[in-house]
């Protein structure tokens, strides 16, 4: 397992992937601005450096 470079957002994104309520969620806000972004990444406990 590579771990190197990785913190705790990464491993909680990844987990988050699984789900199917995270995903859906995920696509619609994608192609939205930065704000639709960190709102929804905030809704699910995560932040994404910029």
Known sequence: MVTAGRDV???A?????YSP????????IAA???Q???DFARSW???FPL
């Open 32 to 34: 939205l601005g930065r």
């Open 45 to 47: 406990g995560l932040r």
């Open 13 to 17: 994104q990844a987990f988050l992937s």
């Open 21 to 28: 309520a995270y995903r859906a969620g995920y696509a619609t």
């Open 36 to 38: 639709a972004k960190e």
């Open 9 to 11: 957002c990464d491993y």
